[in-house]
């Protein structure tokens, strides 16, 4: 018989914990992880593109090609680099812009969900797992927003067996933010899995959730990443 895939294996040990009364829970990141937000910054990229064409003319570099989404990177100026933009005013002028647009509630109806996110969300859910969606965004601008995009492709929200949990306050950093978490998920019985872009917040959930299968999507992070250094599986989307 064939091996068991590490995905498959998540629903397997998540059915067990239910099937004994255990609770259990799996932690999604959203960025990156769950969505390939890129197309967010595509979509904003065009429409700054188009309303200020006249201010800065380079941008029209943007709307011609503003669907080729392998030009898209996690810093905003290898972005515009990837366009030719490399003016320093230009680049502070189009990163305001794009701030203000890019964590803002109606934006993020512009994400992707990674191939078969959905259907292994719901996989994880039917097996009786509390689905966490663990976030960096924070709900003063986006709370809204992540709710209805998950609502908008199908994800489990607002349901039983569902939570989000996102930053109070934008200006707390990512880890700070997730170690606050931790002990709080840890009330709410085994973490089985987690999912997450970003190598050092992989480290770090798993130093806290030993027990946990660990799975690093393969999109983007932070330039400055950390090596892994703890055992996980990669995966370029959720299909298997
Ligand atoms: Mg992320």
């Known amino acids: 018989m064939s091996e068991i895939h590490p995905l498959a294996n998540v629903v397997e040990r998540v059915k067990e914990y239910t099937k004994n009364n255990i609770s259990s829970s799996v932690i999604f990141d959203l960025d ?41 990177r996690y810093d905003l100026s290898e972005t515009l680099a990837n366009f030719d933009i490399t003016g320093e005013l230009e680049i502070e002028f189009i990163r305001k812009e794009w701030e203000k647009r890019f964590f803002a509630d109606n934006s993020q109806l512009l994400d992707v969900p990674l191939s078969g996110a959905k259907r292994y969300v719901d996989r994880i859910h039917a097996a009786g797992a509390t689905i966490i969606y663990l976030t960096g965004r924070d709900i003063e601008r986006m709370l809204v927003g992540t709710t209805e995009s998950l609502r908008q492709f199908g994800f489990p929200v607002g349901i039983i067996g569902t939570m989000i949990i996102q930053k109070q306050d934008f200006n707390e950093s990512d880890e700070f933010f997730k170690v606050n978490t931790v002990n709080y998920i840890k009330r709410l019985g085994k973490v089985v899995a987690i ?35 703890v055992d996980s599986f990669e995966i370029d989307n959720f299909r298997y």
Do not use: M, Y
């Open 195 to 229: 999912f997450e872009n970003e190598p050092n917040n992989i480290n770090l959930l798993k130093h806290h959730f030993p027990e946990s299968d660990c799975f690093l999507v393969k999109t983007q992070h932070r330039p400055d990443a950390p090596n892994l250094e």
């Open 32 to 72: 990156g992880t769950v969505f390939d937000n890129r197309t967010r910054t595509a979509f904003i990229l065009r429409e700054i593109a188009e309303k200020f064409e006249k201010k800065v003319p380079a941008l029209k570099n943007i709307v011609d090609r503003f669907n080729d989404l392998s030009l898209f």
